[in-house]
């Protein structure tokens, strides 16, 4: 050999690589045992996560599909599959059994019924407050782009939340549609399956009594769910939630801790889905506060709906109540409390002011 094996290996030829070890073959064989478990942990982790790929690719697949299919459903004949949404929603307000036990479907008021003909004099209010509202959204937006000096991602947001609103103003145009079920327990929901349909408990009124103003906070409420999407956003995390905990039941070893890891991975996914909840009511509930406003609903006399509802649930329960995290909603005296403190700020109780808004909404109503 012409060079040292030291100098060999500094030559610059990097297809040229020569051993400058000396130890001998045992002690290779040894470093070989040693490095093993290493290659063997590396293997085990890209297995997982292989696994876990491929799960959540499959789960996603299985959505897409899904959500294909119910697209199609829907173009097909769309009138048909909101009447049967709405059919579906009215039947999980069922309370009544006949004498063999069977739950009996529920009954819906007539337009003539005292009930109905409350519900829709202050949801024509709210429809028409709700429409001001969006058109106020949108107009605020526009105001901000046409000013300029925003950054690319900024404007390019702007521009999805002013699309997004000139959607839901083109929605609170339509005819709307109350639909009032014979049902004493007292509730009020809203549904994107079933747009412009606002569906309200008979017990809202009858049950706890609630005033002009504290029925349409509840229904500014309801519409503000449909405003913001919370439906969507809601269907959207729990299928995620969903995928996540599928992935992780299907990547865990299975051994003695496997029932405790697939109790922790449903009670994660209820605490996250019931925080959220909460979290969409609480957005619904001062955008609520907002288009009460609008309608020239007072809005220091409307939170106390929730005290009320509060004492009923109370009362139904004995007193009983669910911890909060597992609770979809705010405390109700919480919920009080919070609108009466922004009521302070939001308020349109200036008779003269209202005068106008008023005949301005029920031109606008009579109009659209």
Not at 42 to 71: D, E, N
Not at 131 to 159: C, I, T
Not at 269 to 278: G, N, Y
Request: aromatic share 8%; charged share 25%; glycine share 8%.
């Amino acid at each position: 050999m012409f060079l040292a094996r030291s100098r060999v290996a500094q030559l610059p030829f990097p297809h040229v690589r020569l051993s400058t070890s000396t130890a001998s073959p045992l002690s290779r064989l040894r470093s070989l045992k040693a490095s093993y478990p290493v290659a063997t942990a590396r293997l085990k982790r890209f297995a997982w996560l292989w696994r876990a790929g491929r799960v959540g690719a499959l789960t996603f697949t299985v959505y897409q599909l899904g959500y294909a299919s119910g697209i199609a459903d829907y173009a097909a004949d769309p009138r048909a599959k909101e009447k049967e949404i709405a059919a579906t929603l009215v039947q999980q307000q069922a309370w009544e059994r006949d004498g063999e036990g069977k739950v009996l479907p529920p009954r819906l008021l007539r337009r003539s019924h005292p009930v109905y003909q409350r519900v829709a004099d202050v949801g024509g209010r709210v429809v028409a407050a709700a429409r001001m509202f969006a058109k106020g959204e949108v107009d605020r937006r526009r105001e901000l782009l046409e000013r300029g000096g925003l950054s690319p991602g900024g404007a390019e947001e702007l521009k999805e939340e002013m699309e997004h609103w000139q959607g839901k103003l083109r929605m609170c145009k339509g005819d709307w549609v109350y639909v009032v079920i014979d049902n004493p327990v007292p509730n009020a929901f809203v549904s994107d399956l079933a747009p412009r349909k606002i569906f309200v408990n008979s017990g809202l009124l009858t049950s706890v009594g609630a005033s002009e103003d504290e029925l349409g906070l509840v229904l500014g409420h309801e519409i503000s769910h449909l405003l913001h999407g919370h439906t969507k956003d809601g269907n959207q995390t729990q299928f995620f939630l969903a995928m996540a905990q599928v992935v992780f039941l299907m990547v865990i070893p299975i051994d003695f801790f496997s029932p405790l890891l697939i109790w922790a991975a449903e009670n994660f996914q209820e605490r996250e889905l019931c925080a959220h909840s909460r979290e969409n009511e609480a957005e619904a509930d001062e955008t609520g506060l907002k288009i009460a406003a609008l309608g020239c609903f007072n809005t220091h006399r409307g939170p106390h709906i929730f005290k009320k509802l509060g004492e009923f649930s109370a009362e139904v329960t004995g007193g009983a109540s669910l911890p909060h995290w597992s609770d979809t909603h705010p405390m109700p005296l919480d919920r009080e409390r919070r609108l009466v403190e922004l009521s302070k700020k939001i308020n349109c109780d200036d008779a003269k002011r209202c005068h106008g808004v008023l005949e301005r909404m029920r031109e606008s109503f009579l109009g659209r």
